[in-house]
């Protein structure tokens, strides 16, 4: 039976996160899979309640975490060689930059003979300032002439990988849109959707307007909330917005929200 070792950044709550459990769960019974990732940063919710109620085995190495640190980084990468020879796979994947760094390098040492990563986004802008953004393009670039297949999420991702920073040839790439589970969104919907109102204070008569994801800076919450002001000055309309989410720009973002 073929093995597959998945290595992702982080078990934290987050896109990554639920798309590598689904895409690990549902994959075919003909692989086996080993699923291992870093240590959540401690203002992050962890995904491993996601992973318990889908039956998935994870390791998580303490070794590797968000920060760029050549301490640990060295150590992540020693430790994935060592899973590597250890359970002898024979593809790894791996998800998004810190990840698919250590762990391609980690691969491509070990000679494991196909190696794929997943950009869930990039680094490339909004990040890092120029020179440290210009170094990991130069990274990637790398370590795409050691990769057996990229895969990008949109053709838009694609068109930046390939077109804009010129990390590989478009024919070394396959979008592959993430997947989404709706049922638990279209079971009782309409209670749930009463529910939240009722929790929140939103009657029925006022629009709410809502962003979900990590309070950071590349999800742009200060565009949301120029937007939403914009908005409501536009109109006559009651409306209510709403953010869900945590990170390090919380207290940023409740700030912005009361101007």
């Keep these: 039976m073929p093995k597959i070792l998945r ?7 987050g896109g990554p996160a639920y798309s590598t459990a689904y895409l690990t769960k549902y994959l075919s019974d003909d692989f086996e899979i080993r699923m291992i990732g870093g240590q959540k940063d401690d203002f992050e919710e962890s995904s491993e309640f996601i992973l318990t109620e889908m039956g998935i085995e994870y ?6 975490r968000r920060k ?25 994947h791996t998800h998004a ?7 391609r390098l980690a691969a491509y040492k070990m000679n494991v003979p196909v190696i794929v990563h997943t ?15 210009k170094f990991f393009i130069f990274l990637e670039r790398y370590l795409a002439k050691k990769t057996s297949q990229i895969i990008t999420l949109s053709e838009q991702q694609n068109h930046e990988i390939c077109g ?4 590989c040839a478009k024919e070394k790439t396959s979008i592959v849109p993430n997947g989404i ?19 929140w204070g939103i009657p029925e008569n006022t629009i ?52």
């Excluded at 290595?7 to 709550?13: A, E, G, P, S, V």
């Excluded at 640190?69 to 250890?86: C, G, V």
């Excluded at 589970?181 to 929790?199: C, I, N, P, T, W």
Aim: charged share 30%.
């Design 7 to 13: 290595i992702i950044n982080r078990f934290n709550l």
């Design 59 to 64: 390791t998580i190495l303490e070794s590797m």
């Design 68 to 92: 760029i640190s050549f301490k640990y980084d060295r150590a992540a990468y020693k430790e994935i060689k060592n899973i590597i020879k250890e359970f002898k796979p024979d593809i790894v």
């Design 97 to 103: 930059a810190k990840a698919g760094a250590i762990g």
């Design 119 to 133: 950009f869930h986004g990039h680094v490339f802008h909004s990040y890092f300032g120029f020179l440290k953004t």
């Design 164 to 167: 804009i920073h010129k990390i």
């Design 181 to 199: 589970g709706l049922d638990y969104f279209k079971k009782d919907k309409v209670a749930k959707r009463k529910l939240f109102r009722q929790e």
């Design 208 to 259: 709410a307007i809502g962003i979900v994801g990590r309070v950071v800076p590349i999800k742009d919450h200060s565009f949301f909330l120029k937007t939403f002001k914009e908005t409501k000055l536009a109109t006559n309309r009651k409306i209510k917005g709403v953010i869900i989410g945590d990170g390090d720009q919380m207290e940023f973002a409740i700030n912005e929200a009361k101007r």
